[in-house]
């Protein structure tokens, strides 16, 4: 493979589990993510930025990882005593994780746009990795459901995703911009790797960003996605609902033919092997593994074969 | 006394001691508060109402009272974990105290103007009196200082009230209103009392809304003020300093003199009852009391004697 970063797509603890195995196959310092920024939202006078944060936080081992967001070891005595204060303190932060938002919102405050933070942050939390945002402007995933019209983090967080999602759109999406440096990255990545993530408010938001599937498209041949179903589930999440919302076949088959034009290369779950010549007749180079990443080794297995599959010859 | 509530000028910890006793011998329920806010500021996204937060912590009593501000027995887990982030985390904001903020910044950012989240806080912390910010509208308090163009809080919390102050100047002031309330309590009140805060930069403020000085001449009458002076030192923090800065005599005959179109009463300190006769002389009715008001009892028995100077018939 030639030099040139690694290039990840990434939501949040889905991708973070794959790129903690992804980061001992690759140096850190050549990867670079690009992070989803649609679930991000003010609250509480704070810039909550969930995914960028679960990529740093994992990326630099201090992630809560069986809670899947947040600092292990934190405390929560700032959010008891605001849930005294309001019923709207429903968005969880533990006090050092208060931390990274009281630096993100200031910094942001004083005009330091969003990728410049994000990097500021990594730094400081010892991740050699670059961590970009999909755009430093506002993006916002919102929810037409049952239950009304909700930010992304009002059905996840606060309605615990039980409430029927007729339609997933975005605000802002058309206005933004790929952040500075996600050009360049793209076009000279010897890998773009797809995370096991959302495709719809994950991946999705990041493909809309103006100019994103354009850049992706060029490199088809050196990118592979990573089916974030096994049989049709989540590992976590309302990702097979969302996935309906938007019409996409909600299993390995539904991602493959959502990123056939942009990626060369697809990883499904061993459980999944059936699919795997349906697959390949997209145009696909394909990889069976098994694709729960609940341990390291798991996760290394996958990058190891996503990697791989750019070393084979095109498919014919 | 007729009824109408009794109102209090108030900068931060100096009233708050005053308030302490005040709360002793007029019902909470009769209080209202007119809050500095000059001293307000943003800080990492956050804002920040010192004096505002003083009065409503003491009053419920929470308030870390040897500290002077803040809460009672918080931690600060979060301002230990923002300080590994950056060296701007000069201001000190407890974990609970931190939910005071979100509270409020979150508010604010929904278009609730401050005097409102300012009631809501005080409900929230059970103080049946009003607090009201002196205004809605935002003012700094700024100093210009040998060490360079400062917030108030830069140079009394970050640079430790060191650098020397040549001037002190109010942005945003001749736009500010006097917060909704205001002019109803004023002319209203039974009695107005200036508590023992500095002159400068907690009582100036207030006084320099445009309104608020008008609004104070007529009830001159009622109104008494407190010196918070004693034999000419400031029981704490840079009152002195930023007394000589405004060009404000240091001591409580130079108290007395800034107030004298104000206030018809006087309290001074019985240290310094040998002004007495020339405050006497300026047409003050004058009370002699222990004014360290270090305990409840102290306090008390100076809010008994300003209220007492308005029973009193006027000086010749």
């Known amino acids: ?82 849930a005294d204060l309001t019923s709207e303190a429903w968005f969880q932060l533990g006090d050092r994780d208060l931390a990274t938002h009281l630096y993100r919102t200031g910094r942001l405050s004083r005009g330091v746009p969003l990728h410049q933070v994000t990097a500021e942050l990594a730094e400081r939390f010892g991740v050699r990795s670059r961590i970009l945002p999909m755009s430093d402007d506002p993006v916002e995933t919102r929810l037409k459901t049952a239950a009304g019209d909700l930010h992304f983090q009002e059905y996840f967080v606060r309605e615990h995703w039980r409430p029927l999602v007729r339609e997933i759109y975005w605000t802002g999406i058309e206005a933004a911009r790929p952040a500075p440096g996600i050009a360049e990255a793209v076009a000279a990545a010897r890998a773009v790797l ?41 590992v976590k999440g309302p990702t097979v609902e969302l996935m309906r919302a938007e019409g996409i076949r909600p299993d390995a088959l539904g991602v493959a033919q959502l990123y056939r034009d942009l990626a060369a290369g697809f990883v499904l779950d061993a459980a999944d092997a059936a699919l795997a010549p349906a697959i390949a007749a997209m145009g696909y180079r394909v990889a069976v593994r098994p ?26």
Chains 1, 2 share one sequence.
């Open 194 to 234: 797809i995370a096991p993530s959302n495709p719809a408010i994950s991946i999705g938001p990041i493909l809309r960003v103006p100019g994103v599937r354009r850049l992706l498209t060029a490199v088809r041949g050196r990118t592979v996605a990573v089916s974030p179903l096994i049989q049709g589930r989540a």
């Open 291 to 316: 694709t729960l990443l609940d341990d390291i080794a798991a996760a290394r297995e996958v990058a190891v074969a996503a990697l791989d599959l750019l070393r084979q010859p095109a498919a014919a």
């Open 1 to 82: 493979m030639s030099a040139g970063p690694v290039v990840v797509l990434a939501g949040g603890v889905g991708a973070a589990r794959f790129l903690r195995g992804l980061v001992r196959v690759v140096p850190a310092d050549d990867l670079v993510v690009i992070g989803n920024t649609g679930d991000d939202m003010w609250w509480q006078g704070l810039y909550i930025a969930p995914d960028l944060d679960t990529v740093t936080y994992w990326l630099a081992g201090v992630a809560d990882e069986s809670r899947g967001w947040g600092l292990r070891g934190d405390t929560f005595t700032a959010q008891a005593a605001l």
